[in-house]
């Protein structure tokens, strides 16, 4: 079983309990998790305490036509044991990679439509007597209950499992997007999935090519979205955030030198260095680290605090390195500093 915290735990038995219960008739359980690998965890655990009294099935949902009672039938038509009406549970996964936001030229987004469809597919779960597990997010959960809530009074349960891992951002970090989504009025959920800023990245690279200027500020801004996932803990595949986090710097300070913009780019060169630093790659972080420092001796007031964080920055390299005599000066100088600008 999974390694879970006491809440976690009893959520879990009282998950399994639930899914055991449904008999002859339909059992739609929701569970929700903001971390897929907890959730696949947990699904492989139930399952496997299931079987063989009770047969396990898994379906995702189609992007293109996210409909749970379509996603259902056609499991249902391809297993002979589901149209004798055996004993089952069926998982669903994929809801949290909809897209909240419309594409060009799209009425309603793929969450939309979801939403729409389940409002409405109540009834027509009917002819599924097996427990269905629909895994949500909590952000998920929030618009269902909301968006169709004729569907969400049927639930027969809800379990949540908490987690600081998520694949989504807080709606601050959208801000830098906004003008991407102009055409959509609806007032964005207080999480984003970060499946769709990567997607409104994408869709301005397609629509004014890789050179426009406000790359420059989203690429940064991914970036520090990712940085901050990383020193907090809340990102759930550290290597594969950490390579994205990196990209977008690295992205970011190329169209930044192009532009001339001299505090952005030092602020980008910042961020890449703490990045290799925090994975003992100094050799790469120290150039990095001076070269913001130049622009901001070059850029700000001689007692700017911004100053003091990037010789601080610098100091505390050399410290990890053992290079005490080049640090301290630094220190000295970050110190100063901060005596003279601030309270």
């Known amino acids: 079983m999974s390694n879970l915290n006491s809440q976690n735990q009893d959520n879990y038995e009282d998950l399994l309990v639930s899914i055991e219960a449904g008999k002859d008739i339909l059992n739609l359980l929701i569970a929700v998790c903001d971390d897929s690998d907890c959730r696949d965890r947990l699904i492989a655990d139930y399952e496997a305490e299931l079987e063989p009294d009770i047969r396990r099935y898994r379906v995702e949902l189609a992007r293109g036509e996210p409909s749970l009672r379509s996603a259902i039938a056609n499991l249902v038509e391809q297993e002979a044991y589901l149209q004798q009406r055996g004993k089952a549970v069926i998982t669903v996964t994929g809801v949290e990679k909809l897209r909240f936001f419309k594409q060009f030229g799209e009425s309603r987004s793929e969450q939309q439509v979801f939403f729409g469809y389940l409002q409405w597919t109540r009834e027509a779960l009917r002819e599924f007597p097996f427990s269905i597990v629909l895994w949500v997010t909590r952000q998920i959960e929030i618009l269902i209950s909301n968006e169709s809530p004729d569907f969400w009074s049927w639930r027969k349960g809800v379990f949540r499992f908490n987690t600081k891992k998520t694949a989504a951002v807080p709606k601050t970090e959208f801000e830098p997007f906004r003008s991407l989504v102009e055409e959509d009025d609806r007032e964005p959920p207080s999480l984003i999935p970060l499946e769709d800023l990567q997607d409104l990245i994408a869709r301005t690279e397609q629509k004014k090519g890789l050179q426009d200027p406000s790359l420059a500020s989203l690429y940064a801004s991914m970036g520090k979205i990712y940085y901050r996932r990383i ?62 420092l130049e622009i901001g001796r070059r850029s700000l007031p001689e007692d700017h605090p911004s100053l003091a964080t990037h010789l601080n920055n610098l100091a505390e390299l050399y410290r990890s390195q053992s290079r005490y005599s080049e640090a301290e000066p630094l220190y000295l100088q970050a110190v100063e500093i901060d005596r003279r600008s601030l309270p």
Not at 267 to 292: D, M
């Open 231 to 292: 020193k907090s803990g809340e990102c759930e595949n550290f290597q594969q955030e950490y390579e994205l986090a990196i990209e977008y710097f690295k992205k970011a300070i190329a169209l930044q030198q192009e532009l001339d913009v001299e505090l952005a780019l030092s602020s980008s060169l910042n961020y890449l260095a703490g990045l290799y630093y925090f994975q003992g790659r100094y050799s790469e972080a120290e150039p990095l680290y001076l070269q913001a």
